[in-house]
């Protein structure tokens, strides 16, 4: 079946760095965009970055721009996130997702807090 599972996320101060991971199965994982979300509490969940299947095209929201970096290595069925400069309002659950015309798949989430 579908998998997406998270990892990586944890505690760090203001200004520290986390990469999360998401690992694939049950799809063919090199056809998919891939996409990094965030839901903080209370809030919705929002659209941190995208790549697109071949890795050549990446978008970002603009409260990340310049600190984080999506990347995926389709050899591993993987995408990342690098998060750099991470700030207290980056505190959220974060979400990988795979997208491919009709179809998405979701991950089950890392917590990621950043605490001063």
């Known amino acids: 079946q579908v998998q997406l599972v998270e990892s990586g996320g944890g505690l760090v101060q203001p200004g520290g760095s986390l990469r999360l991971s998401c690992a694939a199965s049950?799809?063919?994982?090199?056809?998919?965009?891939m996409s990094w979300y965030r839901q903080a509490p209370g809030r919705e969940r929002e659209l941190v970055a995208v790549?697109?299947?071949?890795?050549?095209?990446?978008t970002y929201a603009d409260s990340v721009k310049g600190r984080f970096t999506i990347s995926r290595e389709d050899a591993k069925n993987t995408v990342y996130l690098q998060m750099n400069s991470l700030k207290l309002e980056d505190t959220a659950v974060y979400y990988c997702?795979?997208?491919?015309?009709?179809?998405?798949?979701w991950g089950q989430g890392t917590q990621v807090t950043v605490f001063s």
């Open positions: 049950g799809f063919t994982f090199s056809i998919y965009a």
């Open positions: 997702r795979a997208v491919r015309g009709d179809n998405a798949y």
């Open positions: 790549v697109n299947s071949i890795g050549n095209l990446r």
